[in-house]
């Protein structure tokens, strides 16, 4: 079955007060309004204070969270147990985010450890992959990712792997206004389904979908998204505007529309 376009909304640390979010809520959706959206879904990824807030969202919107902790229970000050999550209807979360690996210290083996612990607890959990400026300039980007897959997938069965959503975020192109061209990325993308071929098998491998993420919006979607062989995005800044969200399902669906 045809995998549908994912877009994930990444709100971060922002929409400050209950009002931010009502008002938010609010234009999403009027933006929405009348917009039949037949071919994507969206994930709403907003601190998890307001996730309640999130209830009520046009259709083919769903809820993530952008952080779990990986033990159910117990004396765990200030983390959110994957059961919390899905007891309260949350489907999605967002694991390894290079700024949790930067300001939280996670590592390959934390994310490792959520990654496992959000599958047994039955949530989607979108798994942050990317190299630094650095590895970049030394060439290393294809091992550094390597490394990362490796950590996320070791000691997953295949149907638990097909439940992985991949996130690639190169670190320099969050919040830089710099992307990688749709030729890298597509390196990138087959760098990661042959990773899942050889450890896992084709089908299981095509079943995985794969996200680009950093610096995204409308105005060269197609370039980093599906020109590139990505089967969506993960958004930051510009998804703290509802019309963009919009605008981005939009230009989907007129592409979907040209080719079909
Ligand atoms: P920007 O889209 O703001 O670059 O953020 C990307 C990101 O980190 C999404 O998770």
């Known amino acids: 079955m045809k995998k549908p376009f994912l877009l994930v909304a990444n709100l971060k640390m922002n929409l400050l007060s209950r009002d931010e979010v009502k008002q938010y809520l609010q234009v999403l959706h009027r933006e929405s309004e009348g917009k039949r959206i037949t071919q994507a879904e969206v994930i709403m990824c907003p601190p998890i204070l307001w996730l309640n807030e999130f209830n009520h ?38 694991i390894g985010h290079s700024e949790r690996r930067l300001y939280a210290g996670e590592t390959n083996d934390i994310v490792r450890t959520k990654t496992h612990s959000a599958l047994k607890n039955l949530l989607m959990p979108i798994v942050c992959i990317g190299e630094s400026e650095e590895e970049r300039r030394r060439g290393m980007t294809h091992s550094a990712l390597e490394i990362q897959l490796e950590g996320i997938f070791s000691g997953l069965s295949k149907l638990q792997a097909e439940k ?22 597509r390196e990138v993308k087959n760098l990661i389904q042959n990773y899942l071929t050889k450890h896992l098998d084709e089908g299981t491998a095509e079943r995985i979908r794969v996200l680009y993420g950093g610096s995204v919006k409308s105005a060269y979607l197609g370039a980093v998204s599906w ?23 939009g230009l989907y669906e007129q592409y979907q529309l040209a080719i079909s």
């Open 57 to 94: 969202l046009p259709e083919a919107f769903h809820k993530g969270a952008q952080n779990v902790f990986w033990e159910k229970s117990g004396s765990y000050t200030g983390e959110i147990s994957p059961v919390m999550l899905k007891n309260d209807g949350i489907e999605y979360v967002l």
């Open 164 to 185: 992985v959503i991949i996130a690639y975020e190169p670190r320099w192109a969050i919040g830089s206004d710099r992307t990688p061209t749709t030729e890298e990325i």
């Open 227 to 249: 020109e590139a062989g990505m089967d969506g995005v993960l958004v930051g800044r510009e998804s703290l505007f509802p019309y963009e969200i919009v605008k981005m399902l």
